[in-house]
């Protein structure tokens, strides 16, 4: 088991180093990045010094490599438009960012075994056509269109049919003002952001457990588990269950990146201040620093991710070897 | 006994009934007859054809003439005349919807058809030839995961600019990559099988037996995958206009529209909201209907239903 | 009492309903099963052996519709409820598998697969008797090394010893009653003869009954006192191993035993092993009449086998058969001298 995790990591690591100068370089080709100097009073000097700090003058790989070797001591610079060490701007965003990014593993995870397992053992039945109805239905919205509405609907229209002075689940932020930590306000918060991360995540892989399960349901091993006299409900929860969790963690993470896309979205909509507005602001304002902080981190937390996917792989299933 | 008969299906069944077809009847006629028994697949053909032919024929069926504003009438909820309402420059929302819609099919018709094409060809050729197209598919493609795809486009699209047609080619220059990998595993399995065997045996050439022998194989996978294509790049077009890299005014699609009407979300205007993304929705929901009847129709296991 | 079977079957019939029509998977069939007593139920795949033992044990599908009578120490087991069932299942009457790669569950260990059945059962026995007596089964069905075998993975095991194993599973609580399905089809020859000398080790310890379901007449020649012969879902023969080997009453079992090599008679000659014309039908298209009849030698076509359906009739001693023409069956086993 050590010895497949360090080989995995060990795998990862030029995987990251091929992304990170890809992305790098391709951030460096598409902005420039002391454009702000330039339109700025210091005139040629301060673009000089800006180009000077960026090493830009030398060959891409000497770019690279002097951003890679400060990159490993945790800096990344600083932001052009707030002169902000990098590092913190991306810590005090990546914090908020996990909070979605928990919440929404778990809401959909939660969600789509249970409809997936229910729909499974219910094949056919009312229930199942109506999640199958959902599914293809979440499948087909854009996920941002579906925030706008429940906006519209469970925030506004909701606010005034109850006709209350605050909406009951909140739209801005996580918090309401100034406040922190997990309170109840929290909750109402978190509410409708999960709603729009998850939407499409739960209809695709409650999808995936229902047909999972039906598999492993139809499976020689549940018909032992009949005979040796073991109750339907154990055996759909000890021996269905337990196989057909299996392939979802493989598709989980295969879908953490798509995740991650949805925190972009979502946390437009709903003026969240993490590392999805890191990644937009930063995006429309060319602030080059932010933007290969940004990517890199991404890279290593999805890499990271995916890593943790295939241990888990296996643990829940002894057929892998782990060495 | 309470299980029901999905979960206890190992049953050592009745053996199935040798059907006996004509054998003039070619497997198009036979995957024809299939698709045709999916009810909800037919009527998506139908639905996204009539789309079609309403967007492309706007110029006749829309009641007023593209991009003609009206300052002074400014934003109108539905009514009589204005169908939908109009925006805050007095455009017809029907009118707009026909003409976006134009570009939105457009954009998803396009990446569908020139990400499968591109996609067919280099998976048929890493599976085939194996070794090192096959190692730099997958390497590449590895890469390509660790970045959110969202992020990676909008990159892109900042530095190549946000017409259609640039969106067009970076969305499929990202879908190739799945298609690739499918038809990479499906010749890698078909590349073994005897008639394939045969084939290399009596001297056809490796392009011959790709054309010839192969792709006719994987056609139901490749087709599937149009449709998908056709739905991810629609939804996703309309995502990059909701961050603001989108096609830019005056260009519209469904999602440009969309993006416009998410500032109004909570106020007296908030009836544009809905109309777009609707049309999406039934677009899309269209064409996946349509790859769920394909795939039924091209698997004859999974006709169950 | 004394003389009321363990398992007593009486015209037991499943029938599927399919797109295609109501399928016919056992149709009547009957037979007794005493105490230590070993039962074989012969015929091809399809012709209804396996589902009759799921319906023993009640783990057919709702779908399926069962009629006839099915009795265990007397009681009807189609009227007990599903948590009277379960008490049986596995503790009472045990099933053994037949493809035991694919009825193990790959993600528990193999111990923990037999303790499952033995706590289902008992709840208050503690973890490590447990653990002891799974030990105990395996070393029972010839596993070696079995306190390491018991937390290893079923996909750790030869095919040889997960079939062993799933006997260790089925006689964990040492049921009265033992359904095998072609306990032995999966494996090799060799190893065959070890896991039925397993099978037949553990009854003399036991006093266990066993149903053994199987194609091959090998094995029932070698194990079995009785035996029923099912074609198409239908029973067609019932008796002693010896009266029906030595004189077959219908024309199936007949075809079968002559397709049989046989080392006790000559092959030098131009003798080629017998076997019998055409195709097992699709049980949706049964024939009319005696569904053998299109295959069988004896047969009077047009005229009562392909008319009429024989009922199971005695022929002899605890001997029944469902032919017109019992007489004029035996003439192939005995024409090749």
Not at chain 1, 279 to 302: N, Q, R, S, Y
Not at chain 2, 64 to 82: E, K, M, W, Y
Not at chain 3, 2 to 13: E, G, H, I, M
Request: proline share 5%.
């Amino acid at each position: 088991m050590a010895t497949y995790i360090l080989r995995r990591v060990l795998y990862s690591i030029p995987v990251i180093v091929i992304a990170s100068f890809l992305l790098l370089w391709s951030v460096r080709a598409t902005f420039d990045p002391c454009a702000q100097f330039r339109t700025t009073q210091g005139g040629a000097a301060t673009v000089d010094r800006c180009r000077a700090s960026l090493n830009l003058d030398d060959s891409v790989f000497a770019q690279y490599g002097d951003w890679l070797g400060n990159a490993v001591q945790g800096d990344f610079g600083e932001s052009q438009q707030t002169n902000e060490a990098v590092s913190s701007m991306i810590t005090r965003a990546f914090w908020t960012t996990l909070q979605l990014i928990f919440w929404g593993i778990l809401v959909s995870a939660v969600l789509s075994i249970a409809l997936g397992v229910y729909s499974a053992l219910r094949q056919y039945s009312v229930g199942d056509y109506t999640f199958t109805a959902l599914a293809f239905i979440g499948l087909a919205m854009p996920p941002f269109w579906f925030g706008l509405i429940a906006i519209q609907f469970l925030a506004v229209d909701l606010k005034d049919l109850l006709g209350t002075t605050e909406p009951v689940f909140g739209f801005v932020g996580l918090h309401r003002g100034d406040e922190t930590g997990f309170t109840l306000d929290y909750l109402r918060h978190l509410v409708l952001p999960v709603m729009t991360l998850t939407v499409q995540i739960i209809a695709q892989w409650s999808r995936f457990q229902r047909s999972s399960m039906l598999d492993v349901m139809s499976a020689d091993y549940i018909r032992t588990a009949r005979a040796k006299g073991v109750p339907r409900r154990q055996v759909v929860i000890r021996h269905g269950l337990r196989n057909a969790l299996i392939p979802l963690v493989t598709v989980m993470a295969l879908d953490i990146g798509a995740l991650f896309g949805g925190v972009v979205i979502t946390e437009k909509i709903f003026s969240i201040p993490g590392m999805g507005r890191l990644f937009l602001d930063a995006l429309l304002k060319g602030d080059v620093p932010v933007l290969e902080a940004w990517l890199i981190v991404t890279a290593i937390f999805i890499v990271a991710f995916n890593l943790i996917a295939d241990v888990l792989y296996g643990v829940l299933d002894p057929r892998i070897r782990l060495t | 006994m309470t299980f029901s008969s999905a979960e206890m299906a190992p049953t050592p069944g009745p053996p199935a009934p040798l059907r006996s077809e004509p054998i003039a009847r070619s497997q198009w006629q036979l995957f024809w007859r299939r698709f045709r028994r999916h009810k909800v697949a037919i009527a998506s053909v139908v639905v996204l054809l009539a789309l079609v032919v309403v967007c492309f024929g706007a110029s006749f069926f829309a009641p007023f003439p593209n991009n003609q504003q009206d300052i002074l009438l400014g934003p109108v909820s539905p009514n009589a005349t204005h169908w939908l309402g109009t925006d805050e420059l007095g455009r017809d929302q029907v009118t707009r919807l026909l003409y976006a819609g134009q570009i939105s099919l457009k954009i998803g018709f396009a990446v569908a058809l020139i990400s499968t094409f591109v996609g067919t060809v280099i998976g048929a050729l890493a599976g085939y030839f194996g070794r090192v197209t096959d190692q730099f598919l997958m390497r590449t493609t590895d890469l390509f995961l660790v970045v959110p795809a969202i992020a990676l486009l909008a990159l892109v699209l900042e530095l190549f600019g946000h017409t259609s047609t640039v969106i067009i080619l970076v969305l499929a220059a990202l879908f190739w990559m799945g298609v690739a990998r499918v038809v990479r595993g499906q010749v890698l399995s078909l590349r073994e099988k005897e008639f394939v065997e045969a084939a290399r045996a009596s001297g056809a050439s490796p392009l011959r037996i790709i054309v010839r022998h192969i792709l006719p194989n994987i056609i139901g996978p490749i087709l599937l995958n149009v449709t998908l294509g056709v739905a991810a790049a629609i939804i996703t077009e309309s995502t990059l206009s909701f961050l603001g890299f989108g096609v830019q005014p005056p260009q519209t699609s469904w999602g440009n529209m969309l993006a416009d009407a998410g500032g109004y979300v909570g106020t007296s205007q908030s009836y544009l909201l809905y109309a777009p993304g609707l049309m999406i929705l039934l677009t899309v929901l269209a064409v996946n209907f349509i790859g769920d009847g394909l795939s039924d129709a091209f698997d004859p296991q999974s006709e169950h239903h | 009492m004394a003389d009321s079977p363990l398992l007593s079957v009486r015209n037991l019939s499943v029938t599927f309903n399919t797109d295609d029509g109501p399928v016919h998977a056992v149709d009547d069939v009957t037979f007794d099963v005493d105490v230590n007593e070993t039962v074989g139920i012969v015929g091809e795949s399809g012709s209804g052996k396996s589902v009759s033992s799921l319906a023993i044990l009640g783990l057919l599908p709702k779908s399926a519709r069962i009629t006839g009578d099915i009795r265990f120490r007397g009681r009807s087991l189609q009227d007990l409820p599903e948590r009277e069932m379960e008490k049986l299942r596995g503790n009472e009457i045990a099933m053994i598998f037949q493809d035991a790669l694919a009825a193990l569950n790959p993600v528990a260990t193999v111990g923990k697969q037999i303790a499952e059945t033995i706590h289902v059962h008992d709840r208050a026995i503690e973890s490590a008797a447990v653990r002891e007596r799974c030990v105990e089964l395996l070393d029972l069905v010839g596993i070696p090394n079995p306190s390491e075998r018991v937390d290893q993975y079923p996909h750790e095991f030869s095919g040889g010893m997960r079939q062993r194993a799933m006997i260790a599973m089925a006689i964990a609580n040492d049921p009265a009653l033992l359904i095998a399905d072609e306990p032995t089809t999966a494996l090799d020859v060799t190893i065959q003869a070890q896991v039925l000398e397993v099978l037949e080790r553990i009854q003399d310890r036991t006093r266990s009954a066993i149903v053994l379901i199987t194609h091959d007449l090998g094995v029932v020649a070698g194990m079995v006192e009785r035996m029923v012969v099912m074609y198409a879902g239908r029973q067609v023969e019932l008796g002693s191993v010896d009266d029906t080997f030595y004189a077959p009453k219908h024309p199936y079992t007949e075809g079968l035993l002559a397709s049989l090599p046989r080392l006790d008679r000559r092959s030098d000659k131009k003798s080629r092993l017998h076997r019998i014309e055409g195709q097992p039908p699709s049980l949706i298209h049964l024939p009319t009449g005696c569904a053998f009849h299109p295959r069988c030698p004896h047969a009077e076509v047009p005229g009562r086998c392909s008319q009429a359906r024989p009922e199971l009739a005695d022929v002899g001693v605890g001997h029944l058969t469902a032919c017109f023409f019992p007489e004029r069956v035996g003439t192939l086993v005995e024409d090749t001298p």
